[in-house]
């Protein structure tokens, strides 16, 4: 069964600094590994995808990288922003359906 | 444009009630999810459809039936409702070809008092 773990479980940064967020899976035997945000009451926005082949996928400020061997992803988000302030879930791809972790919730202070 | 969609978005019921929940994607995927957000915020799938056909039921208690009437609906219908289903469930969807790149609706807040 696929376990992921996301640390840490919350963060605060200032402004301008950069983020790294963490994301570990037990099962190394999957297709992708995406990236999405939460906002309080809201539904889920896909930030990235990494298939298993791929090592990182960059979209403007956020870059993912992937080492599936060891079971690892990580989230950078440069120069943060207090709009950049959510919950973030890291979910890979098994047979059909995804496995999520618990997520890391981010605040940037103006 | 909406990609996928949820109604309704809010549905407060009294236990012992039977409820509905429907869904519907306008981007031509051929798989459908529900998955079930409890109250602290894990997500997990609940099930999967792949050309209106069942391919995953993540041991989920007989009373929640999903049904897709055709490959842009999924809906969840859920009778005997107990307080434990209080929850947010989601939808999504994604192709089965290409990236499987998951699509979430804007979730359904349910609440059972």
């Known amino acids: 069964k696929q376990e992921v773990t996301q640390i840490p479980a919350a963060l605060s940064v200032p402004e301008g600094e950069n983020l790294v967020l963490n994301c570990s899976f037990t099962?190394?035997?999957?297709?992708?590994l995406q990236w999405f945000r939460q906002d309080p009451g809201k539904g889920l926005t896909s930030l990235l995808l990494i298939q298993s082949s791929q090592r990182e996928q960059t979209s403007g400020r956020l870059n993912a990288s992937l080492d599936k061997s060891s079971g690892r992803s990580t989230l950078y988000i440069a120069a943060s922003q207090p709009g950049d302030s959510a919950t973030y879930l890291c979910a890979v791809r098994g047979d059909y359906k995804l496995s999520f972790g618990a997520g890391t919730t981010v605040t940037v202070r103006a | 444009d909406t990609a996928v969609s949820q109604t309704p978005k809010y549905l407060v019921t009294q236990m012992g009630n039977d409820k509905s929940i429907k869904c519907e994607q306008n981007?031509?995927?051929?798989?459908m999810y529900w998955y079930k957000q409890d109250s602290k915020k894990f997500l997990k799938i609940m099930f999967s459809?792949?050309?209106?056909?069942?391919?995953i039921n993540e041991t989920v208690p007989n009373r929640f039936s999903p049904k897709s009437p055709d490959k842009a609906h999924l809906n969840l219908h859920i009778n005997s409702l107990e307080l434990g289903d209080s929850a947010v469930y989601f939808c999504a969807s994604s192709s089965q070809g290409g990236a499987y790149e998951q699509y979430f609706g804007p979730g359904t807040r349910l609440t059972v008092t």
């Open positions: 099962d190394s035997a999957i297709y992708n």
């Open positions: 459809y792949n050309n209106k056909e069942l391919i």
């Open positions: 981007l031509g995927h051929d798989t």
